[in-house]
């Protein structure tokens, strides 16, 4: 699609330092801001819009109070307004469970909505060894789920136990999110062999329901495979049954065949309704030789 507006939020400490690595990744089509009251989550050599929830002096979070974090989103609305005014797509990462992300996190969504933007979040739910902070996750992602149009629900848990099995450091380690953030920019920023745009983004996360987002990468040979992984990714829960709607994005090297295209597109709607409305896209990429990726945008589940 051409000049799309994309705005990678990242809200919160986590959800900071997700964004960052997203959007590194992302490149610099894609706009990026940090939301937090901690100074630490602003580092000064990128290219970050910083909205900053609190003065100076008291800048080491919301302490973990959901509605301090709010109030400042809330008072922070004209400036947000400014940044959000041409953007289409909000990505949303934070981590909830603290302050800042659980009460500036809802309201940013609200206030990107209430702008014109489609709203994509993601959200990590805390460990479930923080009984207090899971308590404060659950209220958060019930108002983030309202005022999102995608929201898709991270377990800390699932992402640690992955990280640990790739030998990476959980909170730096996330490749998933920013897999999942990039898939998402491809998709919706750089034009494919069949391109899909925000009309059919749109049209799909339009249908009532709940909905969620997969991303998957493995050999073009092997679609089984692909379809696990995006199974086995860190999602706290996967239901695709009867889904009403589906935007599949498949993304190859430059071997890639209707044939494999099909194929995958076939396996990855097989557990769908069957009048669900499928948008496909494909696209060739170099980098990514005998590979393939796929992103898929899931909608109309039963909540
Ligand atoms: N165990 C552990 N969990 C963490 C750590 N950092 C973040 N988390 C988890 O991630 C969630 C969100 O944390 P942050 O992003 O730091 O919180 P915040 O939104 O900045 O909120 P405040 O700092 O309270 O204003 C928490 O609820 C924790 O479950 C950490 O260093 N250790
Ligand atoms: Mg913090």
């Known amino acids: 699609m051409d000049g799309a507006q994309l705005l990678i939020a990242g809200i919160g400490g986590l959800g900071s330092s997700w964004a960052l690595k997203a959007h590194e990744r992302a490149g610099n ?62 990505i949303l990462l934070t981590g909830l469970g603290g302050g800042t992300g659980s009460g500036a996190a809802p309201e940013f969504a609200r206030q990107a909505r209430l702008s014109g933007a489609v709203v994509l979040s993601v959200a990590a739910h805390p460990f479930t060894a923080q009984p207090s902070r899971q308590a404060i996750a659950e209220a958060s992602l019930i108002k983030l789920e309202k005022h999102s149009d995608v929201c898709v629900r991270l377990s800390l848990d699932r992402l640690a136990w992955q990280a640990r099995e790739r030998g990476s450091d959980w909170r730096l380690g996330a490749s998933w999110v920013e897999e999942l953030v990039d898939g998402l920019v491809r998709t919706l920023l750089r034009l494919g062999l069949i391109n899909l745009d925000m009309m059919d983004l749109k049209a799909i996360v339009g249908h009532k329901g709940a909905s969620t987002l997969l991303v998957a990468q493995g050999h073009g040979d092997n679609p089984q495979g692909l379809l696990d992984d995006a199974m086995s990714s860190p999602l706290a829960s996967l239901k695709l049954d009867g889904a009403k709607g589906c935007l599949l994005q498949i993304e190859g090297g430059p071997g890639l065949t209707v044939g494999q295209v099909g194929e995958v597109a076939d396996l990855f709607t097989s557990r769908l309704d069957d009048d669900a409305q499928v948008i496909l896209g494909a696209r060739v990429s170099e980098d990514l030789h005998d590979r393939m990726r796929v992103v898929a945008v899931v909608s109309g589940l039963a909540d």
């Open 29 to 90: 089509d894609v706009d990026l801001v940090l939301v937090d009251s901690d100074e630490n989550s602003f580092s000064n050599d990128v290219q970050a819009h910083i909205i900053r929830l609190g003065s100076a002096e008291d800048a080491s979070g919301c302490a973990g109070l959901p509605p301090l974090g709010e109030q400042r989103m809330r008072n922070a609305a004209n400036v947000t307004r400014l940044l959000l005014e041409d953007v289409e797509l909000v």
